[in-house]
Structures are given as C-alpha cells and as structure tokens.
C-alpha cells in the first residue's frame, strides 16, 4: 500500500547497527545509531548538542526540586484522600537531590567532548 513505508521502522542503512531502526524523524532515533535529521550538521555535533539539551532539562529540573525541597516553590504533592502517605514525603528528599541533580548536570556539561 501506498504511504506504509512511512508507518513501518526501516532498518538504518550504513554506519548503523542492525538493532538501530527509526520512523524516519530526528526524535525517534535511538541513540548512537548514526541517524541525523540534518545533513549539513556532522552527526558527532548533533550527538554534542543533544547532550548540552539533556544537561540542560537536567539543571532546570534540579533548580526545581531545589526550590520545592526548600519551600521557594509550591509542592506539587498536596494531601487527598486516600493517597499514599509515602507521596507526601518525597518531597523533603528534594533538598538533596535538588542540588546534587544541578551539580551532575553540571559535571556533565565539562566532561562532554567537544
């Protein structure tokens, strides 16, 4: 049928394992399958600007988990009925892993190769 090669993963061609299948979006690609959306970028540079994204979301997570932990910010957990009593705590955990998730990300971001 026409238009099913859209739908159904194809096996990467060249330079990709053969576990590495993709829809044929930037998105949808695994890592380290060789697969880059925009050919006038080299693929080890997309690979790099996708890590400094996922240290990025990486930090800003941490400053929210370190402004809930410490009260800065609203708590997302409020008490219901009938919710679990280990929900309500979780979020005194954030004043630790609030900071230590920035300073991952940050580690990250000066270790990366570039």
Known sequence: MAGQDRIR?????????????????????????GYNANP????EEAGVVANYIDEFIMFCVGLWMTGVGFGLLQSP???????????????????????????????LAFAAPS
């Open 9 to 33: 993963p194809r096996l990467m061609s060249g330079g990709g394992s053969s576990h590495c299948r993709h829809l044929g979006t930037a998105l949808s690609a695994p890592p380290g399958c």
């Open 40 to 43: 006038k970028v080299p693929a």
């Open 77 to 107: 957990f409020q008490a219901r009925s009938g919710q679990q009593p280990w929900l309500l705590q979780v979020a005194k955990h954030f004043k630790w892993m609030g900071p230590l998730l920035i300073l991952i990300a940050i580690v």
